[in-house]
Every structure is written in C-alpha cells, then in structure tokens.
T-cell receptor, first 113, second 110 residues
Framework: SQTIHQWPATLVQPVGSPLSLECTVE??????LYWYRQAAGRGLQLLFYSVGIGQISSEVPQNLSASRPQDRQFILSSKKLLLSDSGFYLCAWSVNGGGETQYFGPGTRLLVL | SQQGEEDPQALSIQEGENATMNCSYKTSINNLQWYRQNSGRGLVHLIL?????REKHSGRLRVTLDTSKKSSSLLITASRAADTASYFCATGQYGNKLVFGAGTILRVKS
C-alpha cells in the first residue's frame, strides 16, 4: 500500500532563517506531487505541483520554492522565512493529474517568530 | 482564489441526526470531491463524483451534484461523535489542480 510521510511534524523558526520541509511517498511510482498551505480555519492554497523529477509548477509568487530531486521526494524550501510563511503545510500525491483524487500527508505546522 | 464555497461554515448537531453540507462552484469541472480533516491532521478523501454523475453513495455518505446549478451536497446520515471534523469540497479542474473551498466545521455532540 502507498504511504506518504512529511517531516518535521512541527517547526518553530525565526524570521530570516532558511526552511526545508520534506515529503516522501512509498509504494507508488511517478506520482504527481503537491504542496499546499493552509492558514488557520481556512481552505488549502496550492503552492507547487510536480508531474516528474525536476518538473515544478508554481501557483503563486512567494517566498518559497520547491524541488523534486527524486521520483518520490518533494521538498519545500525558503532562503529567508517571513512571518507570513507561518501555517500548516500539506504534501499530497495523486496517481494521475487532471484534478483526480489526492492523498495527503500528516502535515507540518510551521511557526515563524 | 477559491472555487468551492461551502455552506454552512459551521454546523452543530446531535449524535444520530443527519448532517448536510453544501458546496457551490463557479467554473466547469471534471469532478467534485469531498475530504475530511480532523483537527491538526492531513485531509482524507471521502468520495469523488464525476461531472456526468448526479448522485453517489459510500456507506453513510451521500453526495449529489447539480452541474446546472454548479452545486453539490454532502449528506452524512446517522452521525457519530467521530464524524466531528472539517469537511472540504474540492473541484477537479481540467489539468492538474484541485481547488478547495474554505470548509464546513461539523461538530457532533454525544
């Protein structure tokens, strides 16, 4: 069966520090991968998606970047965190694109102070 | 911008009652999905209904889709305390996106 992992689960970082969040998927090959951010009490905002190694699409201009160095690994990064980067970050995968069913990781809660 | 808009924003019911949540959207879709999120956790996929379907069932869940009105409803029958969660509709767009609404917070009191 397929599983998706995210770490860390919780992170507290000072403003201006770098960020690296990792997501890995097991039990499937060539998944579509997604990074979302969820503000408190809100829906999900798509940040990045990837259909293959090295292929990244950005949905919103921002202080973050994403990379996919391996087929089942998706990394969210920042060189200098802003207060507004605080939130709940969710990674997801799908078998196909086209807005089909997505399977979510447990999330990383980021607090920037 | 968000595509789906859930209604109500919050719903509180007694255990055993039915819960109905609605979702409206604005553009053409490939499918519409419902997800559940327990507090502080990731989302769990509940059900997917395609644009050429009108109704779908899964256990205690019933989903309807009216593409002429661009709306969907999720009915949870015989609710349980464990159904307490946030529920999100998401529209599957042609391409690679799911666009999520802001969600309905459901509280089931025992």
């Amino acid at each position: 069966s397929q599983t998706i992992h995210q770490w860390p689960a919780t992170l507290v970082q000072p403003v201006g520090s770098p960020l690296s969040l990792e997501c890995t998927v097991e039990g499937t090959s060539n998944p579509n991968l997604y990074w979302y951010r969820q503000a408190a009490g809100r829906g999900l905002q798509l940040l990045f998606y990837s259909v293959g190694i090295g292929q990244i699409s950005s949905e919103v201009p921002q202080n973050l970047s994403a990379s996919r160095p391996q087929d089942r690994q998706f990394i969210l990064s920042s060189k200098k965190l802003l207060l507004s980067d605080s939130g709940f970050y969710l990674c997801a995968w799908s078998v196909n694109g086209g807005g089909e069913t997505q399977y979510f990781g447990p999330g990383t809660r980021l607090l920037v102070l | 911008s968000q595509q789906g808009e859930e209604d109500p924003q919050a719903l509180s019911i007694q255990e055993g009652e039915n819960a109905t949540m609605n979702c409206s959207y604005k553009t053409s879709i490939n499918n519409l999905q419902w997800y559940r999120q327990n507090s502080g956790r990731g989302l769990v996929h509940l059900i997917l209904i395609r644009s050429n379907e009108r109704e779908k069932h899964s256990g205690r869940l019933r989903v309807t889709l009216d593409t002429s009105k661009k709306s969907s409803s999720l009915l949870i029958t015989a609710s349980r305390a464990a159904d307490t969660a946030s529920y999100f509709c998401a529209t599957g767009q042609y391409g690679n996106k799911l666009v999520f609404g802001a969600g309905t917070i459901l509280r089931v009191k025992s």
